[in-house]
């Protein structure tokens, strides 16, 4: 199987800073797309920001010039760099990521992953 598990999440003041971190882990045998997401209170989950396995990214207008997304492909680790963070960027943030696994038996099999979210809260 394979599991996401994002960190960096907290409380911060509008124009600050956070890196997001979500590392892939399990039978992983390889990993495409990884990706970004939140999701706001009363809200519909929203991509963020995606990037392939050959470093290609793309944004979302609402973050784009303050936001990064990078991976480390050795890590199996995607990173969110969050500047000139807005109160309406308050949200859970969602890792994804899919690509193929080893399942034994079964040989490789396809698989979409989500991580558990972690809080962003953009506060004075």
């Known amino acids: 199987q394979v599991q996401l598990v994002e960190s960096g999440g907290g409380l911060v003041q509008p124009g600050g800073s956070l890196r997001l971190s979500c590392v892939a882990s399990?039978?992983?045998?390889?990993?495409?797309?990884m990706g970004w997401y939140r999701q706001a209170p009363e809200k519909e989950r929203e991509l963020v920001a995606v990037?392939?396995?050959?470093?290609?990214?793309n944004y979302s207008d609402s973050v784009k010039g303050r936001f990064t997304i990078s991976r480390d492909n050795a890590k199996n680790t995607v990173y969110l760099q969050m500047n000139s963070l807005k109160a309406e960027d308050t949200a859970v943030y969602y890792c994804?990521?899919?690509?193929?696994?080893?399942?034994?038996?079964?040989?490789?099999?396809?698989?979409?992953?989500w991580g558990q979210g972690t809080q962003v809260t953009v506060s004075a």
């Open positions: 994804n990521a899919d690509g193929t696994y080893y399942t034994g038996s079964y040989g490789h099999r396809p698989y979409v992953r």
């Open positions: 399990g039978t992983i045998v390889s990993i495409g797309t």
């Open positions: 990037i392939t396995s050959g470093g290609s990214a």
